[in-house]
């Protein structure tokens, strides 16, 4: 269609782009007035922030205090288990063997596993 309106009527190349770009946004205003089918989502509104949200936050801080209190509480009673210091030893060792396996000095790998200590969830 854009082919013939332009050779119909003797219109230049960049009068070509000028077309295409008039019948593009005429495309994209057409497209975009169309109204959403009923039912379709709607777009999420912003979240309401009571006036007592600070409240909240300051009553929940206890009880984060007692969640990180048994959380290490927990941790302390799987770290002084001779089976825990034997795991711990076991990985230390073979990742120490795998640094010096994978090109390390004895003095790197030592310090590289001594820097590491003793593995974490999350990391440290």
Known sequence: ML???CST????RMSKIVVAMALGFSLAVAVGAQTPPEGAAK???????PPDMHKAMEAMGPMMGQMMSSMLDGM??????PETAQRTATF??????????KGFSNEDALRIVMAHGIPMPGGR
């Open 3 to 5: 082919k013939q309106l």
């Open 9 to 12: 009527r003797g219109i230049g």
């Open 43 to 49: 777009p999420a509104a912003k979240p309401v922030q």
């Open 76 to 81: 302390l009673v799987v770290l002084a288990k």
């Open 92 to 101: 230390s060792r073979n990742y120490y063997d795998a640094l010096i396996a």
